[in-house]
């Protein structure tokens, strides 16, 4: 079980094992109400909250790695996404009396984890921004409009990349190289309306299904 160790700072907040994490689930979760209905959510909380497994409004690492599997994701990459989304996202997520390690997300102050070299197509609240995400494909969408090839998704990550902010630059990549590997379609395009569904979550929605239906079929 080895998690490739390519960044100190995701490497040194590897997943606690599995009995911490049932600990944490028991006695942290459940009982916890959301804090948020759906209806009410920022486009933000609404993207993450696919991964919140038992919509407690809490994220846990395994909750992530989950999600990212039922996606599609494969379990080194789906371990690598959660490891760096929490390193990132739960310390600055965590209310100061939360349970250590800050690793969980909590979905209420998800707009904290707002970050250089994003595309703006959410706003500092969290709030989803339809020109910013106009811009997208006005700019990069190069081979046809509705849809982007992942070199243009490559370009489109390099140009939002902040200089100033190297720490942010690894998110883009890893959450959108995901995302194009699990959403394009045969022709190589990541289609305008899935990239749009991955700003409010419902993209995965719709992967999961896909993943689920076609492992039945198969059998
Ligand atoms: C959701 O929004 C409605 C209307 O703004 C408000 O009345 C309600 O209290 C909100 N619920 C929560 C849980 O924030
Ligand atoms: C897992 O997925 C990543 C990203 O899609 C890919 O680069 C990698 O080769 C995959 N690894 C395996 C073992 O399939």
């Given at each position: ?159 939002n990349r902040d200089p100033l902010d190297p720490a942010s630059w690894e998110g883009p990549q890893i959450e959108w190289g995901g995302i194009y590997n699990v959403a394009s379609d045969n022709d190589g395009f990541l289609h305008k309306d899935d990239a749009r569904g991955i700003y409010d ?19």
């Amino acid at each position: 079980m080895a998690i490739r160790r390519q960044s100190s700072a995701a490497a040194s907040l590897l997943l606690p094992p599995v009995a911490a994490l049932l600990f944490l689930w028991m006695f942290g979760g459940g009982h916890v109400m959301a804090h948020t209905e759906i209806r009410n959510m920022t486009a933000l909380q609404k993207h993450v909250s696919f991964f919140d497994r038992n919509k407690d409004g809490i994220i846990t690492p395994s909750e992530t790695f989950e999600g990212s599997v039922a996606i599609g994701f494969n379990v080194t990459y789906a371990r690598e996404f959660a490891t760096l989304v929490h390193a990132a996202n739960g310390p600055i997520t965590s209310p100061a009396d939360a349970p250590l390690p800050h690793l969980s997300i909590y979905i209420e102050n998800m707009q904290r984890g707002m970050h250089g070299s994003d595309t703006g197509a959410f706003d500092v609240k969290g709030r989803f921004v339809p020109q910013k995400f106009e811009e997208i494909f006005i700019k990069h969408a190069k081979t046809r409009p509705d849809g982007l090839t992942y070199l243009e998704v490559e370009d489109m990550i390099l140009a939002n990349r902040d200089p100033l902010d190297p720490a942010s630059w690894e998110g883009p990549q890893i959450e959108w190289g995901g995302i194009y590997n699990v959403a394009s379609d045969n022709d190589g395009f990541l289609h305008k309306d899935d990239a749009r569904g991955i700003y409010d979550g419902s993209v995965f929605v719709k992967l999961e299904e896909k993943r689920a239906f076609s492992h039945h079929s198969a059998m």
